[in-house]
């Protein structure tokens, strides 16, 4: 009968207060696990140990370091300078060079394996340097690759019967690559071959990156420059040959590129 004769304003601190005691109580029962309505599912970390009320955590983003170690790691087993470890690549992953790609992440250990750098130069080592995070995306860093190594075996492919070991010292132009992760910190894309300095005399290359300035140091020089005719024409014309094992592929078929790759040029398109 009382509560008739409580003003409005009384009314409303009560009720206030008898929420803010039914908050308390039904918080206490989730923290200490009794409260079955609500606790019949995990609830991690909803009271901190000051008693207040936090929201579950989303995984936190991977630090610049990881970021950069990851890079570092898959530098170490991507298939061109050491043994490949496919699992540190994305199903979606694409390789885009100066004029070979995209290949998606099939085609991309298949080129990888025809031309079986790493066994062709069993010392084989990029060198990296100046691993760095782009500041516009923290998941891609980029790095310098100075590549040393000495041909001792033979390449894959018809080439490793054109040209015999012959200890000839390999000595790589500096490139530019770059590699882009996604939240699990496996490889989607990676950049590479794009010489910085193509005049650079200590190179063994005359100035082309990647393969071509593997060849050019064992004495084939082959067309390399984006938008070179020549080049254009074998790559448009080389699928019977990829099917015969004679030429590696340069492009991935488009029903097979990753839908996520929108750039419509292809290998050496300028």
């Known amino acids: 009968l009382l509560t008739n004769y409580c003003t409005e304003e009384e009314k ?79 199903d979606d992953f694409i390789f885009r060079g100066p004029v070979i790609g995209p290949l998606n992440k099939v085609d991309y250990q298949e080129v990888l394996e025809y031309f079986s750098i790493y066994k062709a130069f069993p010392d084989i080592d990029p060198n990296c340097f100046g691993f760095t995070i ?33 200890n000839e010292v390999y000595r790589g132009s500096t490139e530019t690559w770059s590699l882009t992760f996604d939240v699990s910190l496996k490889a989607r894309l990676m950049t590479a071959g794009y010489v910085s300095d193509r005049f650079d005399a200590e190179a063994t290359t005359d100035g082309a990156g990647l393969s071509f300035g593997i060849l050019k140091t064992i004495g084939l020089s082959l067309f390399s420059g984006v938008g070179d005719p020549r080049l254009r024409f074998i790559q448009a014309i080389n699928g019977p040959l990829v099917q015969l094992g004679i030429t590696p592929k340069a492009v991935s078929a488009a029903g097979d590129i990753p839908s996520w790759w929108k750039d419509p040029k292809r290998g050496a398109d300028p």
């Open 12 to 90: 409303m601190v009560r009720s206030g207060l008898i929420s803010t005691w039914v908050v308390v109580v039904v918080l206490g029962c989730i923290q200490r696990g009794t409260y079955q309505g609500v606790c019949s599912f995990d609830v991690p970390n909803v009271i901190s140990t000051n008693g207040r009320i936090q929201m579950p955590q989303a995984k936190k983003a991977a630090s610049e370091l990881q970021v950069i170690e990851a890079a570092k790691h898959l530098m170490k087993n991507a298939g061109y300078f050491d043994p490949m470890d496919p699992t540190l690549l994305a």
């Open 134 to 166: 782009d500041p516009e995306n923290p998941l891609r860093v980029w790095y310098f690759v100075r590549a040393t190594g000495t041909y001792q075996q033979p390449m894959g492919g018809p080439l490793g019967s054109i040209v015999k070991p012959n």
